[in-house]
């Protein structure tokens, strides 16, 4: 059973950091797309960060909702099967429940869109004080 497990969310004033990590478990995802995503207060579930396989070697390409860009970081380390977002500079406008996700086949989409991912974690929350 595939099972993805967020951690590291917490209460943070505002210019401050964290880094959230998703642990992921059944299988390894070394070649699929991983995804953050947040969904804040009345609002819908939005895209942050993803980082897809460029189907050779080890390459990955990485991207970035524009509000996080030069603040957020997201990588992963596959001998750990593990995914993370570094978060800095933090802004209250950033709080949210923050969600990974992990697709099941490759795909060279950007992994921008919820529907190219098959698997969610339970989310972790961020709130940042101003």
């Known amino acids: 059973q595939v099972q993805l497990v967020e951690s590291g969310g917490g209460l943070v004033q505002a210019g401050g950091s964290l880094r959230l990590s998703c642990a992921a478990s059944g299988r390894t995802f070394s070649r699929y797309a991983m995804g953050w995503f947040r969904q804040a207060p009345g609002k819908e579930r939005e895209f942050v960060a993803s980082i897809v396989w460029r189907g050779i070697m080890t390459y990955y390409t990485t991207r970035y909702t524009d509000s996080v860009k030069g603040r957020f970081t997201i990588s992963r380390d596959n001998a750990k099967n593990t995914m993370y977002l570094q978060m800095n500079n933090l802004r209250p406008e950033d709080t949210a429940v923050y969600y990974c996700?992990?697709?099941?086949?490759?795909?060279?989409?950007?992994?921008?869109?919820?529907?190219?991912?098959?698997?969610w974690g339970q989310g972790t929350q961020v709130t940042v004080s101003s």
């Open positions: 996700a992990a697709a099941a086949t490759y795909s060279a989409n950007p992994g921008r869109s919820r529907n190219e991912y098959d698997y």
